[in-house]
């Protein structure tokens, strides 16, 4: 499923009926048409690449396929010899999705390079360059005074360059981006603490009470006690991931030697919708932890769990906030709204399942033999329904997702994205006979007792998560790639 965006689509199968229908709706998703979407390119440019200039500009003006980010955007400009051109500030036009900077300093016929970088809301980085050539005779050339005058100056400079007019070269393709194995890493943390975090709050207002008539109370307090501790895991590993994730993007705009700069860290926090998606998801983590260590210490106590609620909702906004959903066009907010549901109910299946193995079983095997039995078996049949209804909204958002994330089937074999996508329905597929065997089989044997169907129980639910987890780690790398209507654009 997706964490981040739409291309992840698990179902739970309750019933053979349910995994034909769920399949299916996995793959009708990715055959649907969808408008443009995100990751900013460069459309034009003034000059233009590859012309040759019988006037020497004095202004670039670059304009992109989206609204770019100004705290993440820079031009350079560099002459004939490589050396750089003073620019004045970068400024933005989000009207019609341009970057510009004037030109501060006298120029002299030759080839010069421009170096562009920008994101859009999404934080996806997108960098590039290209030349023109400004013809000997040229009108406005500086004069051979003002050309040693501006090379002093760039020699010398009098104060700190602004962002447009950095004497440094701008990080290349092949440095830290949001495809670099770190990042990848990162992301993949992410994903399976937010699911797990999902799953402790959903185990707590749906699982527990409805096999509580099962359980005695010491054993109920166990597992409130238990979900509230799995979920801290879960919030402690989003809040320090949250820090890695901040450096990493950091480290793709400025590279890694600039990470930690707080001159560049405070615009990309502050002026950014990508920030403002990153100071959300940090503070609803901090009060998650809070309230979780709360629900620890009194297991009877509501209002914990309910201030950890709050903040689950929260967070499953993050991930639509930083990503795809927000740069959808004209539709953004539904996208938004649909990508928060698709988290939380991929949290509420998969996380729900995380939190049945390792707090749910251990606290059931401290009943009686007889009462051991009717606890699993509640417990298991409680959480069914939280599956299946999951399994709904998952395909439910997904469709709607697709609308805008999804190109054609050709996109399958002639994209990176599309290649990316089939291995990961590939391990959806087998993610899903795995579920659709605990259900006929395995859940059944927990009714008639015994250690060996709760021994089944624990190996295939495992499988399920494990599958689950690398269905998370492909998800990780294709969040970061072009979609193909992307690379049709």
């Known amino acids: 499923m997706n964490v981040n965006s739409s291309d992840d689509r698990c179902v739970s199968p309750e019933s053979p009926t349910m995994n034909r229908t769920a399949l299916v709706g996995l793959l009708a998703l990715i055959a649907l048409p969808a408008p443009a979407l995100a990751h900013a390119h460069l459309k034009s440019a003034t000059p233009a690449a590859g012309t040759t200039l019988t006037v020497a500009p004095k202004q670039l003006v670059l304009t992109f396929s989206e609204a770019p980010?100004?705290?993440?955007?820079?031009?350079r400009l560099f002459g004939p010899d490589s050396a750089p051109v003073a620019l004045g500030e970068l400024t933005h036009d989000a009207g019609v999705r341009t970057l510009s900077a004037n030109i501060a300093a006298p120029l002299v016929?030759?080839?010069?390079?421009?170096?562009?970088?920008?994101?859009?809301?999404?934080?996806h980085v997108q960098r590039g360059s290209y030349q023109f050539v400004i013809a000997p005779g040229a009108e406005g050339l500086a004069a051979a005074a003002s050309v040693v005058a501006?090379?002093?100056s760039i020699a010398h400079p009098p104060g700190a360059a602004s962002s447009a007019s950095s004497a440094t070269a701008l990080p290349n393709a092949s440095s830290f981006?949001?495809?670099?194995?770190?990042y990848v890493i990162i992301r993949w943390a992410q994903f399976a603490a937010l699911l797990l975090l999902i799953g402790a709050v959903a185990f707590r207002w749906w699982i527990l009470p409805r096999a509580g008539v099962a359980v005695e109370e010491p054993a109920r307090r166990a597992l409130a006690?238990?979900?509230?501790?799995?979920?801290s895991w879960g919030a402690w590993l989003l809040a320090g991931t949250a820090i890695a994730r901040l450096l990493a993007q950091s480290a793709s705009l400025h590279g890694a030697g600039h990470m930690a700069d707080p001159v560049v860290l405070g615009p990309l926090i502050t002026r950014t919708l990508w920030g403002d998606a990153w100071l959300l998801e940090i503070v609803a983590a901090i009060a998650a932890i809070v309230a979780l260590r709360m629900a620890r210490r009194d297991a009877t106590s509501v209002l914990p769990w309910r201030i950890a609620t709050l903040a689950v909702v929260a967070l499953a906004f993050v991930p639509a906030m930083s990503g795809h959903a927000i740069a959808t066009p004209q539709q953004a907010p539904i996208a938004v709204i649909a990508d928060a549901i698709h988290v939380l109910a991929a949290g509420a299946w998969l996380g729900g399942l995380?939190?049945?193995l390792g707090v749910g079983l251990p606290a059931t095997t401290r009943e009686s033999s007889g009462g051991r039995a009717s606890a699993l078996s509640t417990m298991?049949?409680?959480?069914?329904?939280?599956?299946?209804?999951?399994?709904g909204l998952l395909v439910f958002t997904g469709i709607i997702a697709a609308r805008y994330h999804v190109g054609s089937w050709s996109a399958f074999t002639t994209t990176e994205y599309g290649r990316t996508l089939l291995i990961k329905l590939a391990i959806i597929v087998l993610l899903l006979v795995v579920a659709a065997w605990n259900w006929r089989r395995v859940r059944p044997s927990l009714a008639s007792g015994g250690a060996e169907g709760s021994a089944r129980l624990t190996r295939s639910g495992r499988a399920e998560v494990l599958l689950a987890i690398v269905v998370l780690l492909v998800t990780a790398i294709l969040v970061a790639l072009p979609t193909p209507v992307e690379a049709l654009r």
Not at 69 to 75: H, Q, R
Not at 177 to 182: G, H, P
Not at 380 to 391: K, Q, T
């Open 150 to 152: 501006q090379q002093e």
């Open 354 to 356: 995380a939190v049945m």
């Open 225 to 231: 006690a238990g979900a509230a501790a799995t979920g």
């Open 69 to 75: 980010a100004l705290a993440m955007s820079a031009l």
């Open 177 to 182: 981006d949001e495809n670099s194995v770190l």
């Open 109 to 123: 016929p030759g080839r010069y390079t421009v170096q562009w970088q920008t994101a859009g809301d999404d934080g």
């Open 380 to 391: 298991v049949n409680a959480f069914s329904p939280l599956a299946l209804g999951s399994a």
